[in-house]
């Protein structure tokens, strides 16, 4: 028993590996009612207070669905416009205030370490939904859901990481859980792009072996999974060096021919160029399904730590 | 014959065994500049039998705080600080780095909470003492130029 009930969710690096396995087989009960096949009243009488500083479509919505589809309801707002924050109230106020009208915070906000200050103001369990260029640990959770249910495992899998992985947040709370629970890792970026050195550390601290790469065509034979991301054109002070980089990262089919039967193409969204259209109805197209995964992995949390699922 | 090269206190503190090099980065922390009242005396680059060189600091009619201690920590690990009190020591400590630095950073990072106007105090964890490493518990980066950042 990992213990979830009441707790905080800041950062992925606050959950061990069992508390990630258990997330990842729980979720994967809440696949039929996530899907509406089936009916749950786990969350009945719960109430989720999404606190939503910024927009985000995706994570905002899939919360909401979650809660719903487990019998919850949830309140909040999703832009810090017409609140009271743009009266120039703390955030350690907004969360004391907040702390009364429900069962647990879930918080989007553009400031690092904003999750774990809220959490210092409230008794009741916040989960990170992503705070400016920092954590974003229920992304990282769906990502590896994604990965262990298309592969069966994820300890042994080789992995790719393939875009801006300076300053790609995903990615990097996505490399040192992988090395956790003991991926493969290859990084495959533009020469100052690259994955940061205390990611790398960690990753080699953990017996890992890993390769970096500048080049997709070196590396897509042996993945079994191209985690994607989107290199954005304000890395770059030329756009035509931009242009040129950004080309030669983009998956197509001419690319695809060389890949495993069973290679899992996956992407956080929204994406631009880097994923051309005619690979969506390849085998490989599965960043839809990780869209949708976030439902279920969203909806075991929730009941982890809110409910009884344990 | 050992020569005396800077003269006893009455009351005050003596930070000894600094590290070479280090003394004038002591006075910033302790806030010594211009308008200070009492008499303040710095040795630079002195023979020591443990470390080779050192620097001494002594602050007259002053005592340091805990905080001002801890934020020495940072800088001159090896550091003891004397308590005089009518011309005797009446404490000895020796600084210890604490494993968390809480209020005397700033974190690096401008987005990072801690860097706004909440009603928190910034918090370190010392990853690394030797050589020193910190990482901002808020935003979980690592301080790159820790002397710069000390409050």
């Not at chain 2, 011309?87 to 987005?111: F, Q, S, W």
């Amino acid at each position: 028993m990992s213990g979830f009930r009441g707790r905080d969710v800041l950062s992925i690096r606050d959950l061990s590996r069992a508390d990630i396995e258990l997330v990842l087989r729980t979720a994967k009960k809440m696949v039929p009612i996530a899907l509406g096949k089936r009916r749950s009243r786990a969350l009945e009488g719960k109430i989720l207070s999404a606190l939503f500083y910024e927009p985000s479509t995706r994570t905002r919505l899939s919360f909401e669905s979650a809660m719903a589809r487990l019998g919850g309801r949830v309140l909040g707002f999703s832009s810090a416009d017409g609140t009271s924050v743009q009266k120039g109230e703390t955030l350690a106020d907004t969360i004391r205030m907040v702390e009364a009208y429900g069962d647990a915070i879930v918080l989007r906000h553009p400031q690092e370490g904003a999750a774990r200050l809220a959490a210092e103001f409230t008794e009741k369990p916040v989960i990170n939904a992503g705070d400016g260029a920092g954590q974003h640990p229920t992304q990282t959770l769906l990502d590896l859901y994604t990965i262990w249910d298309e592969k069966g495992r994820i300890e042994g899998e080789n992995v790719a990481l393939v875009g801006d992985l300076k300053y790609g947040r995903t990615v990097h709370s996505l490399a040192y859980a992988l090395a956790d629970l003991g991926a493969h890792l290859t990084f495959v970026s533009p020469p100052t792009l690259e994955m940061p050195p205390e990611i790398l550390e960690h990753v080699k601290e953990r017996g890992i072996s890993y390769r970096m790469s500048h080049r997709l065509e070196d590396v897509v034979r042996e993945a079994d999974v191209l985690y994607v991301t989107r290199i954005q054109k304000e890395r770059f002070p030329d756009p035509q060096e931009y242009e040129k980089v950004a080309g030669s990262y983009r998956i197509d089919s001419a690319l695809l021919r060389e890949a495993k039967r069973d290679l899992a193409i996956m992407h956080p969204l929204p994406r631009v160029t880097e994923i051309a259209a005619e690979v969506d109805r390849t085998r490989h197209a599965t960043y839809f399904k990780q869209a949708f995964n976030g439902v279920p992995v969203r909806m075991a949390l929730l009941d982890l730590i809110l409910g009884g699922a344990e | 014959m050992k020569e005396i090269r800077v003269t006893p206190i009455r009351n005050g503190t003596v930070i000894d065994h600094i590290p070479a090099g280090m003394a004038l980065k002591v006075l910033k922390i302790l806030g010594i500049g211009d308008s200070v009242a009492s008499t303040v005396t710095v040795a630079m680059h002195v023979p020591s039998q443990a470390m080779g060189w050192k620097d001494i600091v002594k602050v007259e009619d002053r005592e340091l705080g805990a905080r001002e201690i801890d934020k020495i920590a940072l800088i001159a690990p090896t550091a003891t600080v004397n308590v005089i009190r009518n011309y005797n020591v009446a404490e000895k400590r020796r600084v210890t780095l604490p494993d968390r630095a809480v209020g005397i950073l700033r974190c690096a990072n401008p987005n990072c909470i801690s860097n706004v106007r909440e009603p928190i105090e910034s918090e370190f964890v010392v990853r690394s003492k030797s050589p020193l490493r910190v990482v901002c518990k808020y935003c979980e980066r690592e301080l790159e130029d820790i002397v710069a950042h000390i409050l």
